[in-house]
């Protein structure tokens, strides 16, 4: 679903307004940029920290469309939840609450970006055309991920933290030397991780490199308030985004559970890149609702009440207020929304429970194009050890 450009202007040009949205105050944070008030008011327009005018003129399809994905989205992800519970997947790390952040970035994409996720990023999967039953595969521990990086332009999940952004880093240094920037058509290329990563030494020089080697690079950073029990607190003194200052490219946060700042600010910061401008930081404040993973135990480290409050500034709710006091749709629309996301939730964990359990042995076929005697020779050892429980008790 292609969405509308946001116009984006700098101080002092006027910004063209939406016929219907009503221009508020905005969030009383100076350093949030939000376009969506948790009660569904819209903000004509919003600054960043260098004067940057951020605003969204979507059609009403673009609009009914973004939330569609955000129901859909989340959706698909408790079903994979629900999955794990069950015993179906072996692992799940869960989006609930951060769709909004990965909904508005995955659209801000145009189609020749290129996309480098951590393991959560199940919505800018879904909006790179990927089908969702790809990542289940992975956790299934049916298959590495079986989805083409070079078609969808979105690499594979990575497990390591950080790891992504020095590849990212480098794939975007890649593109700078081939002259694939420097206009409309140019590549620019996102890198998606959290708060806790940007303690760990990839992210800090992939930031070096990004700087120094003017990569049309945009580092996309989901402050979900929490690196697995770790609070913000002990991650950093001063907001994330003002870290970029000190590598000498620019920063802005976003309200991350609100879709149209999302989008806005993400593809100004592509678009940048992508004409030869450089790195930029940008970090999408928001709030992971549940565990880091289904291995995990929220309730051992924060209370009720924090929930409670952010629960209050879901991106779902907020946007389905926004629909609603606009009359851009009626009650119908919404049963169909859930109705879809109930059937493709449904033909999911069909999907999910009707995979074959791969041979032990076809573990070795992918890990090199064309094989390697060193290869053959663990293949040919495990065969051995596989064949010494034929005919036994084991």
């Known amino acids: 679903m292609a969405k509308g450009d946001p116009g984006v202007t700098t101080r002092g040009r006027r910004a063209a307004p939406r016929s219907k949205p009503k221009a508020t105050a905005g969030t009383g944070d100076p350093e949030l940029v939000q376009l969506l008030t948790p009660e569904g008011e819209r903000i004509e327009s919003a600054f960043g920290p260098d004067g940057t005018e951020y605003r969204v003129d979507f059609t009403d ?35 609930l609450g951060q769709e909004a952040a990965q909904v508005g970035s995955g659209r801000a994409l145009r189609p020749q970006d290129m996309a480098f996720p ?9 909006c790179r055309g990927i089908d969702p039953i790809m990542p ?21 999940y990575t497990i390591v933290i950080g790891a992504q952004t020095l590849h990212a880093t480098g794939y ?16 620019a290329v996102i890198a998606y991780f959290g708060d806790g990563a940007t303690s760990q030494g990839d992210v800090n020089e992939s930031f070096v490199w990004a700087s120094v080697f003017n990569a049309p690079l945009v580092f996309f950073c989901q402050n979900n308030q929490y690196a697995i029990s770790e609070p913000l ?24 559970n609100d879709v149209l700042a999302s989008y806005a600010v993400t593809r100004h910061a592509l678009d940048n890149a992508r004409h030869g401008q450089g790195p930029s930081l940008i970090e999408a404040y928001t709030y992971r609702m549940g565990a880091h993973t289904t291995s995990d135990d929220p309730t ?6 924090e929930v409670e409050s952010w629960q209050a500034k879901d991106p779902i709710a907020r946007m389905r207020a926004f629909l609603t006091k606009q009359q851009i749709v009626d009650e119908s629309f919404f049963a169909e929304v859930d109705e879809q996301a109930r059937t ?18 076809t573990m070795f076929d992918h890990v090199y194009p064309n094989g390697s005697p060193e290869l053959d020779q663990q293949r040919e050892q495990f065969a051995a050890y596989l064949a010494s429980f034929e005919g036994s008790a084991h």
């Open 61 to 95: 399809d673009e609009y009914r469309g973004l939330y569609r994905d955000l129901v859909l989205v989340r959706k698909l992800d408790a079903e994979a939840t629900a999955l794990q519970r069950q015993g179906e997947l072996g692992l799940w790390a869960s989006l």
């Open 118 to 126: 951590t393991y959560r990023e199940h919505g800018v999967l879904y």
């Open 136 to 156: 289940l595969g992975l956790f299934r521990g049916v298959d590495q991920g079986g989805w083409d990086p070079n078609e969808f332009k979105f690499n594979m």
């Open 172 to 187: 975007a240094m890649g593109v700078a030397m081939d002259g694939k920037t420097g206009g409309d058509e140019g590549e």
């Open 233 to 256: 607190e002990r991650q950093t003194r001063v907001p994330l985004y003002r870290r970029a200052g000190g590598f000498g490219f620019p920063g802005v946060r976003v309200d991350g």
């Open 300 to 305: 051992r480290y924060r209370i009720a009440s």
């Open 344 to 361: 493709e939730s449904v033909e999911l964990r069909e999907r999910v429970l009707a995979m074959p359990d791969p041979e032990p042995l």
